[in-house]
């Protein structure tokens, strides 16, 4: 009788004959239904637990962990930090104040810039371009 496989991504069973095997230089095998399946794996990196039509979703969801096989793992690291947190109550906190950033003097190079850029006339806003004088012809 004819060895049945299964697709090293969706999980299905991959018909005799059909599906297509990918060999890697450290000589683990991949065997794929599809080239939908080789793509997603290899292409595109994407995992299988996380992409909706695969075998895989499907058991996580049925066990009610879905939301956790697609969450990153920084989310969950930071949910797990906010639930050790003890809760501070409302009286321990104090307002914060606002704090005054200290006057810097500036050095002599921008006083001199500053300086001449206020001598120079500004050109205000609609103010048009002189017209350039017309040649004569003759």
């Given at each position: 009788m004819?060895?049945?496989?299964?697709c090293s991504f969706c999980g299905r069973e991959i018909e005799p004959g059909t599906g297509s095997l990918f060999i890697r230089k450290d000589g683990s095998t991949f065997q794929y239904c599809s080239s939908k399946c080789r793509k997603n794996s290899l292409h595109l990196g994407r995992v299988p637990r996380r992409v909706r039509w695969t075998q895989q979703y499907a058991s996580l969801k049925a066990a009610g962990k879905s939301k956790e096989a697609r969450a990153p793992a920084k989310d969950k690291e930071k949910a797990l930090v906010e639930e050790k947190k003890p809760a501070?109550?409302?009286?321990?906190?104090?307002?914060?104040?606002p704090k005054?950033?200290?006057?810097?003097p500036k050095p002599a190079a921008q006083k001199e810039k500053a300086a001449s850029k206020a001598e120079k006339p500004e050109a205000t806003e609609g103010a048009k371009p002189k017209a350039k004088p017309k040649r004569k012809e003759g």
């Open positions: 004819v060895e049945r496989k299964v501070e109550p409302a009286s321990a906190k104090e307002p914060e104040k005054a950033r200290p006057a810097q």
